[in-house]
Structure formats: structure tokens, C-alpha cells
């Protein structure tokens, strides 16, 4: 049995967190847009596969530590 809602479910609404209501025994869901299939999730690489592990590990860019003033 549903619980009687007042006023009108507009689609915005299915997908703010706070107003999400998971239905009895259920885990409520997040509301995102799930990406298509041709999406990656990550970032490219550039380095080249012939080099190996260790031309993926020397060419790797380190950010230097900046010391702040206490």
C-alpha cells in the first residue's frame, strides 16, 4: 500500500536525495543518470605499451609538496 503524497510528483523530484522515499524492504536509490555504454569511466593514458611497466612507472608526474606558513 502506497502512502498518500500531497501535491504533484514532478521528475526533478525522483532525483534529489532528500526527497527520495525507498519503498518497504528496499534500499533507496541515488538518482543519478547512469553514463551510456561507449562511456569510460578514467582517465587516458598516454604512455606507450611496448615500454612496459617501467616506462608506465618512469614516466609518472609528481606533484611537488608546497610547505605552507604556520
Sequence with gaps: MMSPRLGV???SMLK???IIKAPLGKTRTRG???PGPDF???AKTN????EGVAGAI???RVQCRREHPA
Design 40 to 42: 569510460v569511466f578514467g
Design 16 to 18: 534529489d536525495p532528500l
Design 58 to 60: 618512469s614516466s609518472w
Design 9 to 11: 510528483i514532478r521528475k
Design 32 to 34: 543519478l543518470d547512469v
Design 47 to 50: 604512455w606507450n605499451a611496448d
